[in-house]
T-cell receptor, first 113, second 115 residues
Framework: GDSVTQMEGPVTLSEEAFLTINCTYT??????LFWYVQYPGEGLQLLLK?????DKGSNKGFEATYRKETTSFHLEKGSVQVSDSAVYFC????????????FGGGTRVLVKP | DTGVSQDPRHKITKRGQNVTFRCDPI?????LYWYRQTLGQGPEFLTY????????KSRLLSDRFSAERPKGSFSTLEIQRTEQGDSAMYLC?????????????FGPGTRLTVL
């Protein structure tokens, strides 16, 4: 079945630093790719998505590009804020796998002022 | 757009008791999903419905778990004879088939604690 490998956290950064969270996946076909974010005490929120190769998803200053050749969907932000402190989950979704999201273990990010 | 809602938000029960959770999806969404999330882990898929039909169940879903979506709107997840290992956050999500990426939107979850 599908699987996801995310870099382990916690990742601790200073405000305005550059953030990268690596995500690679295995899939039998061409999944849609998602990043979800979970802020402290809150539910999962969609952060961004990409549905085909070379698509770039973006939202709130975050970006991720669907790289089919490396089966990766790395998340980046050029200048983080304290409010970006959260757990970030990478999740492919493949039609052949029954439309379910397959989540990575999550990466906790802590941004210090 | 009222979002996905779940009830209750928290449930504490004793081992061996039955519990039932409810999920109300976004009103026009025809797909509904249940996931389970344990502390420090990503959510794991349990089951999903398209309209009232249950189309897939995970092998994680033991015989003690049952889910229904009788009229294709809200769904219930019942756990019979709860065990301490059932303690987790139970998440519901909904989506609209044929929307871009068939994006799933999550509710706030029901946190179950089995004593």
């Amino acid at each position: 079945g599908d699987s996801v490998t995310q870099m382990e956290g916690p990742v601790t950064l200073s405000e305005e630093a550059f953030l990268t969270i690596n995500c690679t996946y295995t899939a039998t076909g061409y999944p849609s790719l998602f990043w979800y974010v979970q802020y402290p005490g809150e539910g999962l929120q969609l952060l961004l998505k990409a549905t085909k190769a070379d698509d770039k998803g973006s939202n709130k200053g975050f970006e991720a590009t669907y790289r089919k050749e490396t089966t990766s969907f790395h998340l980046e932000k050029g200048s983080v804020q304290v409010s970006d402190s959260a757990v970030y989950f990478c999740a492919p979704k493949e039609l052949a796998a029954g439309n379910k999201l397959t989540f990575g273990g999550g990466t906790r990010v802590l941004v210090k002022p | 757009d009222t979002g996905v809602s779940q009830d209750p938000r928290h449930k504490i029960t004793k081992r061996g008791q039955n519990v039932t959770f409810r999920c109300d999806p976004i009103s026009e969404h025809n797909r509904l999903y249940w996931y389970r999330q344990t502390l420090g882990q990503g959510p794991e898929f349990l089951t999903y419905f398209q309209n009232e039909a249950q189309l897939e169940k995970s092998r994680l879903l033991s015989d003690r778990f049952s889910a229904e979506r009788p009229k294709g709107s809200f769904s219930t997840l019942e756990i019979q004879r709860t065990e301490q290992g059932d303690s987790a956050m139970y998440l519901c999500a909904s989506s609209l088939v044929n929307s871009p990426g068939d994006t799933q939107y999550f509710g706030p979850g029901t946190r179950l604690t089995v004593l």
